[in-house]
């Protein structure tokens, strides 16, 4: 910034010296006459030719309103050049002095009328009739005043000396007439700054000034008849000259000013109206000077000044008129403009008060009647800060003292700035006893404050309904998860500065159990009165400065904060559970739900780099854990956490991972297992079975994978990838046997095992229709078992997703029957076309009575609902018989084949069949078979309680058997190994 104001100062100071240099030459008589001579013509002209140029140059390159004024600057410094080279040309070259009349005076006679036209371009024009007649009154009270004192200095002798030459008399009275006449226009006028020249203007004009004093020094009788080239009245033409020569481009070199663009320079215009206004009077002054100067002189009073002066008074008593009358003029506009504002401001809704620098109230607008319900008459003479809440004025004065402080520094800084306001808000009395939320405008007033004031209460309650409800539940008003977790964390931070310990911090996550049944049987509105029920419960239950927190749906959180052990914070959730328990009544009608709690204590953090944030969401997705571990375990149970838990969805985290790259990247493989029919041994079916390809080669029953398989999106993939797997190996095996057997396929139905959730997940079904679509495969030769009925709120979906594919043609079995909790509800209300029964009611078939029972129970259930009956797991000859006499239609297991590859499984398939076991008749008549057995020892029946022995099928290993037939020692058939 320095390096850069230096630069803009330099020119200034090249121009100041020149002149000084200039000036000094002419005060020591340059050192020679001639050189004095040769400055005093030549430097001239060069001085104004630079002028010429400088002026001239810039006309022609700058464009706008000004641009003729420059041009006719120019010319004029052009025809002052020309007159001082001729007037060099006599004295220098000619060596005589220039005749009278030559063409040196011509040319300086011809500078004022160029300059007085270019002034009038620049200035400023009246924009009225007043204000034209204002300018020409002035204009000639200027001219008048000046032509009056000129005259009675040395026009009326240079008139007088004349005789009575009139051409001679015009010619000697032209050049200082035409110079009071430019001085007049310099000093009456205004000139604008239009187009960014205002620099440029004044420099110009104060350049003219400067020219025109030395004209009129030269045209006193006293310096002209001693004056000769050189002389020290030269430097000030020199001056004049060059600082014409600057104008043009003084704009560029200036520092612009700092000035806010609302003030617009009020106090440079402020002096510049002054100054206008007093120029008439300043030149009435100087006519009376002139008139005094001839009455204290002993002169007779001439006809001339006598004129002069007579018509610059009338001058000046039309203009005392003209200004009379526009003073009467902006009087009624002020008033009307008084009147104007006071009706706005009695008239505004906003509440408009002035206080001194005490804070005495010396004005309220009327408006204070209805914002705050109080007389203003009454409020006047008393303290602002009366009204203002006790808690509110520290802040309030805190406000205003910053608000002055930033006035006082902004006015230092930049002077002539508009001043800013400040807002302040604060509760005011009102004349209720209330106190109202007020926001006020504060600006400076004289010495005191002025405010504009309105009601906010509306507002503020708004924004506190708002802040309330980003942080509350809508249903039960409760907080939400960001308020719990704020606090949580607050309590956490605090904790940990405090030195607290671990067990006084512990975060309860809650579910409701059966909630999603209630909402769907009672309907939406009973199920949020259940869940406000609840939250009511749970805040009766907890103490003042726990926190209760609804997360959304049926899950709810406790924060809980104190010198509390860990079995009472155990205790504290069993009181949560037994009271969310408990039978709610909701509209006349008695519902039940249970509830799911996880318990996880927090340790404080402490130190700089401890984190509250993440230690409270560490400690809320433990609780979770905690609480699905409850949930997992059978529901309606207190469940802490324990590190295991993180560990074990690491895992099963690891294991979804896994999953979805052995898909993507083709770690399983397809096999199948033949499903026999126990009359006739022939393969009716095939199910398919997924196989994991360890990093060995090993085939490997994915068992983890498979539970894991149950959530997440990795399990829908695996379960998409499986049918789109078997289906198209189906097809491919049916176009084969087409192929093999001239053009009529073989159907062999390849069924596909899905769990409740999977078959619910979206796109099983645009999977499953896909693919029967992409393959060509009829629906008829595709079977989908449900592994298991899942939980009670997939009974209505998994209904509609089994339906949708039955409309496909798809058949629909309900595989694991016996294996769990819901099953029989499932055969009566599942569009099913068979049932499998699980391994678990198949392994002990033959052999214990308890088993052949539960086995034909539901075997005659599936046929009474008229479905297909089969077994899983078969591995053994008797189970094979026993399934065999209670009338079951098909099986599958090891006792037929193993699962297997697409090769064994096609040789399979070209057999006609796998031979059976002969059926041993009743179960009674098998007792008794047994008992009659003389070699029958060591055995217990299950059935009868002895100790028995079965000859043939005993003495043989009870081991898997497989494909090929053998032939026992009492004639039985054993299937051997594949």
């Not at 300086?108 to 620049?122: K, M, N």
């Not at 006893?433 to 005191?448: A, C, I, P, Y």
């Not at 907890?542 to 959180?557: I, K, M």
């Not at 999953?659 to 199910?687: N, Y």
């Amino acid at each position: 910034m320095r390096r850069l104001r230096e630069s803009r100062a330099l020119p200034g100071l090249a121009l100041g010296g020149l002149c000084a240099a200039y000036a000094l030459g002419a005060a020591t008589g340059w050192g020679s006459h001639q050189l004095a001579i040769f400055m005093g013509d030549f430097g001239l002209a060069a001085a104004a030719l630079a002028a010429a140029l400088s002026c001239l140059v810039y006309g022609c390159t700058v464009g706008g309103h000004a641009r003729p004024a420059w041009l006719l600057f120019g010319l004029s410094s052009f025809v002052v050049s020309l007159g001082n080279g001729t007037w060099g040309w006599y004295e220098l070259i000619v060596r005589t002095q220039p005749p009278r009349d030559s063409l040196a005076d011509c040319a300086f006679l011809l500078f004022a009328p160029l300059a007085i036209t270019g002034v009038l371009v620049l200035a400023q024009h009246p924009r009225s009739a007043a204000g034209w007649l204002c300018l020409l009154l002035d204009g000639w009270l200027i001219a008048g005043s000046l032509f009056t004192l000129s005259w009675s200095l040395a026009l009326g002798r240079i008139a007088a000396g004349e005789g009575c030459s009139p051409l001679r008399l015009a010619l000697n009275l032209a050049y200082p007439v035409l110079d009071i006449l430019l001085v007049s226009l310099v000093v009456g006028l205004r000139f604008s700054g239009r187009d960014g020249n205002r620099a440029a203007v004044h420099t110009a004009m104060l350049a003219l000034a400067v020219t025109v004093i030395c004209d009129a020094l030269f045209t006193s009788p006293q310096l002209h008849s001693s004056y000769h080239s050189g002389d020290l009245l030269d430097a000030g033409w020199f001056t004049g000259s060059l600082l014409l020569a600057w104008a043009p481009w003084s704009q560029r070199w200036r520092r612009p000013l700092r000035e806010h663009p609302s003030a617009g320079g009020l106090p440079r215009r402020r002096v510049a109206t002054t100054f206008s206004a007093l120029t008439p009077y300043a030149a009435a002054a100087v006519c009376t000077a002139g008139i005094l100067y001839n009455a204290l002189g002993g002169r007779q009073l001439d006809r001339v000044v006598a004129a002069a002066a007579c018509t610059v008074g009338l001058a000046l008593i039309l203009r005392q008129g003209v200004m009379l009358l526009d003073n009467l003029s902006l009087a009624q506009e002020l008033a009307h403009k008084e009147a104007h504002f006071r009706s706005l401001v009695q008239g505004s809704s906003d509440v408009i008060m002035i206080a001194g620098a005490n804070g005495v109230l010396s004005y309220v607008s009327p408006a204070a009647l209805g914002v705050y319900g109080r007389d203003p008459e009454e409020l006047v003479g008393g303290n602002l800060l009366d009204l203002v809440h006790p808690e509110d004025v520290g802040r309030v004065l805190s406000e205003v003292r910053r608000y002055l402080a930033r006035v006082r520094l902004a006015a230092h800084r930049t002077p002539g700035t508009v001043e800013a306001s400040a807002r302040v808000e604060c509760r005011i009395s009102s004349g209720i006893g209330e106190w109202l939320h007020v926001e006020s405008t504060v600006s400076r007033h004289r010495d005191g404050l002025l405010l504009n004031s309105r009601d906010v209460t509306e507002r503020v309650m708004l924004q506190a309904q708002l802040q309330h409800n980003a942080f509350h539940d809508p249903l039960t008003d409760l907080p939400n998860r960001a308020l719990f977790a704020q606090r949580l964390r607050a309590a956490l931070g605090t904790r940990g500065q405090q030195g607290g310990t671990g067990a006084g911090i512990a975060v309860l996550f809650l579910d409701l159990d059966g909630f999603k049944a209630v909402n769907d049987t009672a309907g939406h509105q009973v199920g949020d009165e259940l869940l406000v029920q609840a939250a009511r419960r749970l805040q009766g239950a907890v103490r003042c400065g726990d926190t209760v927190a609804r997360f959304g749906g049926d899950e709810f959180a406790a924060l809980v904060c104190g010198p509390l052990g860990r079995l009472q914070v155990q205790e504290l959730a069993e009181r949560l559970r037994i009271a969310l328990s408990e039978p709610y009544w909701i509209g006349g009608v008695e519902l039940g739900v249970a509830a799911s709690i996880g318990i996880a204590f927090g340790t404080p953090e402490r130190g700089p780099a401890a984190d509250p944030r993440a230690a409270a969401d560490e400690l809320m997705r433990n609780a979770d854990l905690a609480m699905y571990r409850a949930k997992s375990e059978g529901k309606g149970r207190v469940v802490l956490y324990a590190p295991a838990m993180r560990a074990d969805l690491e895992r099963r985290t690891e294991l979804e991972e896994r999953l979805r790259v052995a898909v993507r990247e083709g770690g399983f493989t397809l096999l199948h297992q033949p499903v026999v029919d126990l009359g006739s041994g022939a393969v009716t079916g095939i199910e398919a079975q997924a196989r994991w390809r360890s990093a060995g080669g090993l085939l490997l029953t994915p068992a983890e994978f498979l539970r894991s398989a149950e959530h997440g999106d990795a399990a829908t993939r695996f379960s998409r990838w499986l049918v789109q797997e078997a289906v198209t190996a189906a097809a491919d095996r049916r176009a084969q046997s087409g192929r093999a057997r001239g053009g009529v396929p073989v159907p062999v139905p390849v069924a596909v095992r899905l769990s409740a959730e999977r078959l619910c997940s979206p796109g099983l079904y645009e999977t499953v229709a896909a693919a029967l679509r992409d393959t060509g495969l009829p629906a008829g030769d595709l079977v989908i078992e449900v592994a298991r009925t899942g939980p009670d709120q997939l009974a209505d979906e998994l209904g509609r997703r089994l339906t949708a594919l039955r409309g496909l043609g798809v058949s629909t079995w309900l595989a694991g029957y016996g294996a769990g909790s819901g099953s029989l509800g499932a055969l009566a209300r599942l569009p099913l076309d068979g049932l499998k029964l699980d391994r678990t009611l198949v392994q002990g078939l033959g052999e214990s009575a308890l088993s052949h029972t539960l086995a034909g129970h539901a075997l005659r259930l599936g046929r009474d609902l008229g479905m297909a009956t089969a077994a899983e797991g078969v591995d053994l000859p008797r189970q094979v018989a026993a399934l065999q006499e209670l009338g079951c239609r098909l099986a599958q297991g090891s006792a037929f084949a193993p699962p297997l590859d697409e090769t064994r499984l096609r040789r399979a398939l070209a057999r006609r069949g796998y031979p059976l076991p002969k059926p041993l008749g009743s179960l009674s008549a098998r007792r008794a078979q047994l008992a009659a057995d003389p070699r029958t020892s060591g055995r217990a029946d299950p059935a009868g309680g002895r100790v028995v022995h079965h000859r043939g099928a005993s003495d043989l290993p009870e081991r898997p058997a497989a494909a090929g037939p053998a032939a026992g020692p009492h004639g039985e058939t054993v299937i051997p190994p594949a």
